[in-house]
């Protein structure tokens, strides 16, 4: 239960540093055409990170993180499928057992 939790919470940190990269409106990036968004402090930071990575750096982290939060869903699917699985051996076991008392 405890890593289901944790799981949810590492997608939603992911989902919210990628929602904050896409509203990013460095000259050089896909967006710069679009009204700023970002308080203009953090626009200054991130307008500098994509000039140094020639506007390449921000959609390379955006699908890096689109790619792990994908790994974190399916993972988060697997653990589901496990613990479930578990649960109806479990029932099966006990089932078992009291037929056999």
């Given amino acids: 239960m405890f890593s289901v939790v944790v799981l949810f919470i590492r997608r939603q940190l992911i989902k919210e540093f990628t929602d904050l990269l896409a509203q990013d409106r460095s000259p050089l990036g896909t967006n710069s055409r679009l009204a700023p968004i970002l308080d203009v402090s953090m626009q200054r930071h991130l307008s500098l990170f994509s000039c140094v990575t020639h506007g390449f750096g921000t959609p390379a982290i955006i699908g890096a993180m689109s790619a792990l939060q994908n ?11 496990t613990m479930t699985g578990s649960i109806e051996n479990k029932k ?5 057992t009291d037929k056999t008392r």
Avoid: C, Q
């Avoid at 790994?71 to 499928?81: A, F, G, H, P, Q």
């Avoid at 099966?92 to 078992?96: E, F, V, W």
């Fill in 92 to 96: 099966d076991l006990d089932l078992l």
């Fill in 71 to 81: 790994y974190l869903t399916e993972l988060n699917k697997i653990s589901d499928k």
